[in-house]
């Protein structure tokens, strides 16, 4: 499982935005660092019960992973 999802996320990375300057984190850290977060999303969603519709869930994971959890950047500007 852990394999596949490092294989999604790095595919994914690499559609979004292939330029490795743009990156603030190394490519190899940023894919484990999702892959992460996708199983441990994963595991949640099915000892909840799956509260939610899989495709809202890939629709939340990718939401989260391009802009991460907030509408605007809690930071500032």
């Not at 441990?40 to 949640?44: A, K, R, S």
């Given at each position: 499982m852990k394999?596949?999802?490092i294989d999604i996320?790095?595919?994914g990375i690499n559609c979004t935005q292939s330029d490795d300057k743009k990156r603030t984190v190394p490519l190899e850290m940023a894919i484990r660092i999702f892959a992460t977060a996708f199983l441990?999303?994963?595991?949640?969603w099915l000892e909840n019960d799956?509260?939610?519709?899989?495709?809202?869930m890939a629709t939340q994971l990718m939401s989260i992973s391009v802009k991460g959890p907030y509408v605007d950047n809690p930071f500032g500007s």
């Open positions: 394999e596949i999802l996320v790095s595919n441990e999303m994963l595991v949640w799956m509260p939610y519709p899989p495709k809202f």
